[in-house]
C-alpha cells in the first residue's frame, strides 16, 4: 500500500526565511504528486503537483518543490516566507495506474508558523 | 461558476443516530470522493465513486456508506453515529479521463458527535 511521510509535524519560520517542508512516499513506481494547503478553518488548494518531466516543479504563491526518485522525496520549498503562508501543509500522492480516480493518500501534515 | 458545496458546514448529534453529509458539485465531474480529516492523521478516503450507481470502500470504510443516484451529487451516510466519527469531513470531485486531473474539494463539514 502507498503511504505519505511528513517528518515535522509543526515548523517555525522567520518571516522572510525561507522554508523548506519534508515529504517521503512509499509506492511501489513513481506517482503522481501533490503538495496541498489549508489554512485555518478552509479547504484544501492545491500549490503544485508532479507528473512526470522535469524534477522542479513550480507552484502558486511562490512555491516549489523538488522530485527525488533516489530518496522518494517530494520537498517543497519556499525562498521567503510571508505571514499569510502560515497554515497546514499536506503532501499527497495518487496512483499512476489509478489516474487518480481512487483517491489520494495524505501525509499527516506540517503545520506552519510565521514568527514576525 | 462550477463549484462543490457541502451541507451541513457544521452538525452536532448524539450517538447512535443516524446522519446525512451531503455534497454537491456542478462541474460535471464523474468522480467524487469522501475523506475525514483527524488531527494527526491528515485526510483519509472514506468512499468513492466513478459514477452512477457506482461506490467503492476506502481506507476508513467502516461505519460509513454512500450512494450516487446523478452525477451531481454524493450523499454520506452514518448509519449509527459513534463518537470515534467526530472529524471534519471533505468531498471532492475529478472529471475522468486523461491521465490525471485535479480534485477540488469542498469546504468541509464539521461533525461532532456526543
Known amino acids: 500500500a502507498q503511504s505519505v511521510t511528513q517528518p515535522d509535524i509543526h515548523i517555525t519560520v522567520s518571516e522572510g526565511a525561507s522554508l523548506e517542508l519534508r515529504c517521503n512516499y512509499s509506492?511501489?513506481?513513481?506517482?503522481?504528486l501533490f503538495w496541498y494547503v489549508q489554512s485555518p478553518g478552509q479547504g484544501l488548494q492545491l500549490l503544485l503537483k508532479y507528473f512526470s518531466g522535469d524534477t522542479l516543479v513550480q507552484g502558486i504563491k511562490g512555491f516549489e518543490a523538488e522530485f527525488k526518485r533516489s530518496q522518494s522525496s517530494f520537498n517543497l520549498r519556499k525562498p521567503s516566507v510571508h505571514w499569510s503562508d502560515a497554515a497546514e501543509y499536506f503532501c499527497a500522492v495518487a496512483s499512476r495506474s489509478g489516474g487518480g480516480a481512487d483517491g489520494l493518500t495524505f501525509g499527516k501534515g506540517t503545520h506552519l508558523i510565521i514568527q514576525p | 461558476d462550477a463549484e462543490i458545496t457541502q451541507s451541513p458546514r457544521h452538525k452536532i448529534t448524539e450517538t447512535g443516530r443516524q446522519v446525512t453529509l451531503a455534497c454537491h458539485q456542478t462541474?460535471?465531474?464523474?468522480?467524487m470522493f469522501w475523506y475525514r480529516q483527524d488531527l494527526g492523521h491528515g485526510l483519509r478516503l472514506i468512499h468513492y465513486?466513478?459514477?452512477?450507481?457506482?461506490?467503492n470502500k476506502g481506507e476508513v470504510s467502516d461505519g460509513y456508506s454512500v450512494s450516487r443516484s446523478n452525477t451531481e451529487d454524493l450523499p454520506l451516510t452514518l448509519e449509527s453515529a459513534a463518537s470515534s466519527q467526530t472529524s471534519v469531513y471533505f468531498c471532492?470531485?475529478?472529471?475522468?479521463?486523461?491521465?490525471?486531473?485535479?480534485?477540488?474539494f469542498g469546504p468541509g463539514t464539521r461533525l461532532t458527535v456526543l
Open positions: 471532492a470531485s475529478t472529471s475522468s479521463g486523461g491521465h490525471y486531473n485535479e480534485q477540488f
Open positions: 465513486s466513478y459514477g452512477v450507481h457506482d461506490t
Open positions: 462541474w460535471n465531474h464523474n468522480n
Open positions: 509506492y511501489g513506481a513513481t506517482p503522481y
